[in-house]
Structure formats: structure tokens, C-alpha cells
């Protein structure tokens, strides 16, 4: 399987052009909206471009176990920026009542 | 079916990117991570599938719902502002993504990949993924362990008025 037949019917490059795909529209999100949730979600998003490619090429190895090692350390780590990034929101929320990053762009108040 | 999933992931997130209200971009979200689940059970990954809609669909997006409605704040993004800025993004965005993809549909290196690895692999399990943890990475599980901890703690610092 080569070239677009591989994007219609799961080949690796399939998956690896949904990764990517999935990896600038998170990106868009970050750089285009301004609502701090909606660009926190952008960054889940780019997360899981990277989950796709990695265990898209661990299928294509021969299943390999180390890629779920590697998807398990992902999602820790995501789990760790949810929650610390919605606390960060939820301060600036407290301090300036606005979730507009526009509206946070000095450090003094 | 790999046609459909994707389809349900790159719609789920472009309604994302283009949703005004954010609690309708946040269930978008979610159908974007079950669609990610759906191409790992296709990848021969049922474990990894079941893990997303768990941690990504169970736990983090209800926590970003929460937070949503805990703030409620119903303001309007300014839409003209920095019109150049936002262009110049949305054009670097464009030009990497068609390289990106360009770039891997012409790699030999992957297509070789795709070619040898193409008979389907058995079914990733449980124990499999907990054989290899357990005795290759376990310093890493620990450490996994304690930056959890850590972020915990750090968020009910951040949050907590006087702590």
C-alpha cells in the first residue's frame, strides 16, 4: 500500500498523516484561539497527534509492549499539565476575572 | 473503518478549533479522543484504546468540563485583533502541515516499514504491557508515580485561596 491508497485504508503513512493533521489543528488552536481552555485543549490535542504516531509505529514493528511503556509515561505526564494548567487558569481567573490570554500578556498586575 | 475514525478524530478537532461556545468545543473534544481510540483498537491496541477513553474522555476532559463551569465566563474572544499575527500563523500552519504530510508520503524509509510490517501483530494485552513495565521501567513507573504526586499537591497549592 503506497501513496493515497494507504491514507484510505489504514496503511502507516494513514496514520501518521492523521497524526499530523490532528498535530496542526491543536496547534491552530493555540496559536489562533484566545481563550485559554480552548488553546489547554490544543495542547491535549498535540498530545495525542503523538500518541497516534508512536503506536502507529509500534503496530508496524510487530506490536511492540515498549511503545505502551511509552504511552503510559504520555498520559501520566498529560494527566500531571491537566491538572496543573487548569489550576494556573483558575488563578489567573481569581486574579484578573478573564480566561483571555490577550488579557494576561504583563506578569505585574 | 481506519477512513471513519479519522474522520471522526480530524472533524472532532477542526469543530474544536471553529466552536464558539466552549463547552460545545470541549464535547467536541471528545469525540475527537473517542475517534483516537477507535485507530488504536484498529492498530491492533485495544489496551491503549481503553486507556484513552479512561484518563483522556473520563478523567481529563470532565475535569476541563468542571473548570468550565466552575469559571462561567461568557466572554467574546476579540476577533480582529492582530489580524497580521493570525494570518502568519494560519499560513505557517498550512505550509508545515503540507510539507509534513508531503514529506511522509514520500519517504521510501516508511513505505519499506509500512510494506514489512503490514500482516497484522497479535492483539497487545495487559500482560504484556505490565511484564515490560514491571521489569524493564520500573524506575520509570516510580518516578511516573512521584511527578504525579507532585503535580497534585502543585494544583491544590495553586488553587487553594489560603492555604
Known amino acids: 500500500m503506497t501513496g493515497m491508497d494507504a491514507i484510505l485504508h489504514g496503511g502507516l503513512q494513514g496514520y501518521l498523516v492523521v497524526a499530523i493533521l490532528l498535530f496542526f489543528l491543536g496547534l491552530a488552536a493555540v496559536l489562533l484561539r484566545r481563550t485559554l481552555l480552548l488553546q489547554f485543549m490544543g495542547v491535549e490535542l498535540m498530545l495525542n497527534a503523538a500518541n497516534v504516531a508512536l503506536l502507529a509505529f509500534a503496530r508496524f514493528r510487530g506490536g511492540d509492549a515498549q511503545a505502551m511503556v511509552f504511552y503510559l509515561f504520555i498520559i501520566a505526564v498529560a494527566a500531571c499539565e491537566a491538572a496543573i494548567g487548569l489550576a494556573l487558569i483558575i488563578g489567573l481567573y481569581r486574579h484578573r476575572d478573564t480566561t483571555d490570554s490577550d488579557r494576561a500578556a504583563s506578569l505585574k498586575q | ?163
Open chain 2, 1 to 163: 473503518m481506519f477512513i471513519t475514525f479519522a474522520l471522526i478524530t480530524l472533524l472532532g478537532a477542526l469543530g474544536m478549533l471553529l466552536q464558539k461556545n466552549v463547552v460545545v468545543a470541549g464535547l467536541c473534544m471528545v469525540a475527537a479522543f473517542f475517534g483516537v481510540a477507535g485507530l488504536f483498537v484498529l492498530l491492533a491496541n485495544p489496551v491503549a484504546a481503553a486507556l484513552q477513553i479512561i484518563v483522556y474522555t473520563g478523567a481529563i476532559m470532565v475535569l476541563v468540563l468542571f473548570v468550565i463551569m466552575m469559571l462561567n465566563s461568557h466572554e467574546e474572544e476579540a476577533g480582529a485583533a492582530r489580524p497580521v499575527q493570525r494570518w502568519l500563523s494560519l499560513a505557517l500552519i498550512a505550509v508545515l502541515a503540507f510539507a509534513a504530510v508531503k514529506l511522509v508520503l514520500a519517504s521510501a524509509g516508511l513505505n519499506a516499514l509500512a510494506v514489512k510490517g503490514a500482516e497484522m501483530p497479535q492483539a497487545m494485552t495487559l500482560q504484556k504491557v505490565g511484564t515490560t513495565l514491571f521489569a524493564d521501567h520500573l524506575l520509570g513507573f516510580e518516578v511516573a508515580g512521584l511527578v504525579l504526586l507532585a503535580a497534585m499537591i502543585g494544583a491544590v497549592a495553586l488553587t487553594k485561596r489560603n492555604l
